[in-house]
């Protein structure tokens, strides 16, 4: 079975660094590209990051430009979103989806819609 498992959420204070885990099951990251999602309370889920498979190409919000960084391991069957200075407007429930295919088009990672499977997303809170 296709599987999305979020780790590393938790408290931290802003300015601060935390890295997610996504640990991906029942089919390999070298096809598929993997995306990071985030939902604060009251907001929508937005886009904030995704990693491509063919060339490892990644893409980022304007809003964590210069402060996340997304990485894969492909031996681990793992992406990573490290978050460094953190704000108090990155608390949200972070989410790592997979792509329908290897590469996105364009903007399209932007888009719930492309994503075919889902984790259970992982608890970012930035206070102080």
């Known amino acids: 079975q296709v599987q999305l498992v979020e780790s590393g959420g938790g408290l931290v204070q802003p300015g601060g660094s935390l890295r997610l885990s996504c640990a991906a099951s029942g089919f390999t990251l070298d096809y598929y590209a993997i995306g990071w999602f985030r939902q604060a309370p009251g907001k929508e889920r937005e886009g904030v990051s995704c990693i491509s498979s063919r060339d490892g190409s990644t893409s980022y919000a304007d809003s964590v430009k210069g402060r996340f960084t997304i990485s894969r391991d492909n031996a681990k069957n793992t992406v990573y979103l490290q978050m460094n200075s953190l704000k108090f407007e990155d608390t949200a429930v972070y989410y790592c989806?997979?792509?329908?295919?290897?590469?996105?088009?364009?903007?399209?990672?932007?888009?719930?819609?492309?994503?075919?499977?889902w984790g259970q997303g992982t608890q970012v809170t930035v206070s102080s």
């Open positions: 989806a997979r792509y329908r295919r290897p590469v996105p088009s364009g903007g399209s990672w932007r888009y719930r819609s492309m994503y075919d499977y």
